[in-house]
């Protein structure tokens, strides 16, 4: 009866339906479903967190409206955890907004510097706000593949002159989801060269940039030189502590940027709950020995599956970051077809292509099962006809 407003209609289609209705008829078959497809922690939130919401909850004055651009106390505790993280200098007034999570944000930029026509660069696979956003804005995405021998790291260079000048954004995605890539500092000053060329402001996601092993920091964006002239950071609360059910995260860097986010959102939402900024206080504040045990659990995983996926006779690299590893699917085989025949053994993995094109040939696994199951998935995985 109602007919859609065009910019649903110009979604792409759901590349992971064939394999929802799978997972549906596999588990109404009485299979014990083991999920590595989830990007959603399985640990719980640290205690102390919990517990400053708790008291946070029970202050009246909290139960108020909040700022829209978050409470001063959260945005200066952001500002030290900059400074102490990276060594970078925010100020908490003009250069650090807070978020219902940093997918809120991301959601919302293109709103704030997109007109029909413009084009946003977005890369592929990658977490697919980026494009929706940018469609819902009336724009258009310029994809950018990410693919192994440019070490997931987009081809800058190799983005055509006509492109380049229509585009407003750049979305990046260090410590990457999906592929677990990282990027170094030489390259974030690639970035800021080629932005500053064309007038593009940088949109850096740095959900991830806590979740790394052997002892590497990935770096900020905003570490790098004149990197505040072009781009902004998204940081979240939801992955570093556990919190992806409580919506918080926060934007940092360009202060034009940082404003014209805060005018779109000042209209559309009326910010984080005071007592879920508390926490996030408390969160970034506190003892931070519970983000090095979480380290500790994610890379027992990590060896254990992937050295059991190698011995498995499957290629990919270890991670350095992120809970995810990146897969390559045998020859012979599509993504698709080789999550439906681990699925048909209770596995679920996600196909790479369900990212972007440039993610077929590749299956995506999350490190988010305790490692009995893991060890069971593997075993499960080991049966399967390569
Ligand atoms: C999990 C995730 C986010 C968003 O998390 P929020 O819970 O909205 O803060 C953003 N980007 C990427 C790439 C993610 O994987």
Not at 344 to 372: C, D, S
Request: charged share 25%; net charge neutral; hydrophobic share 40%.
């Amino acid at each position: 009866m109602f007919e859609k407003a065009e910019r649903l209609k110009r979604l792409p289609p759901y590349l992971f339906k064939e394999i929802d209705r799978k997972k549906a008829e596999v588990k109404a078959g009485g299979v014990d479903i083991i999920d590595l497809g989830i990007g959603d922690p399985d640990l719980p939130t640290p205690s102390h967190i919990i517990k400053a919401l708790q008291e946070a909850a029970l202050v009246p004055s909290n139960h108020r409206y909040p700022s829209y651009s978050g409470m001063l106390e959260f945005r200066a505790a952001v500002s030290e955890w900059y400074k102490s993280r990276f060594n970078v200098d925010l100020d908490p007034e003009k250069e650090v907004l807070a978020l219902i999570g940093s997918k809120e944000g991301i959601a919302h930029v293109p709103l704030a510097f997109i007109n029909p026509g413009d084009i946003s660069l977005v890369p592929s696979p990658g977490y697919p706000v980026y494009n929706t956003a940018t469609i819902f804005a009336g724009g258009e995405s310029f994809f950018l593949p990410l693919t192994e021998e440019g070490k997931f790291l987009p081809d800058l260079e190799g983005i055509p002159a006509q492109v380049a000048q229509r585009a407003k954004l750049l979305f990046l995605n260090y410590p990457n989801n999906p592929t677990a890539a990282v990027a170094d500092e030489e390259f974030f000053d690639k970035v800021v060269a080629f932005a500053q060329r064309h007038g593009i402001l940088v949109c850096h996601d740095a959900a991830y940039s806590e979740i790394a092993y052997d002892g590497f920091r990935p770096p900020s964006f905003l570490q790098a030189k004149g990197s505040r002239e072009v781009g902004i950071e998204f940081h979240s609360l939801s992955k570093t502590y556990n919190m992806t059910g409580w919506r918080i995260g926060f934007v940092v860097g360009n202060r034009e940027a940082v404003e014209g986010l805060g005018t779109i959102k000042s209209n559309v939402d009326s910010g984080v709950f005071q007592a879920v900024q508390l926490a996030g206080i408390k969160a970034l504040k506190g003892d931070q020995s519970c983000v090095e045990r979480m380290i500790g659990v994610y890379t027992q995983r990590r060896n254990l599956m992937a050295e059991g996926l190698r011995k498995a006779g499957f290629k990919l690299a270890v991670p350095k970051a992120s809970f995810y590893l990146w897969v390559k699917v045998p020859e012979g085989s599509t993504s698709a077809q080789l999550a439906t025949r681990f699925l048909e053994k209770g596995v679920v993995v996600t196909p790479g292509n369900g990212f972007g094109e440039p993610g077929e040939g590749y299956f995506r696994v999350a490190l988010t099962q305790e490692i009995e199951r893991m060890a069971e998935a593997l075993d499960r995985i080991r049966t399967v006809q390569l």
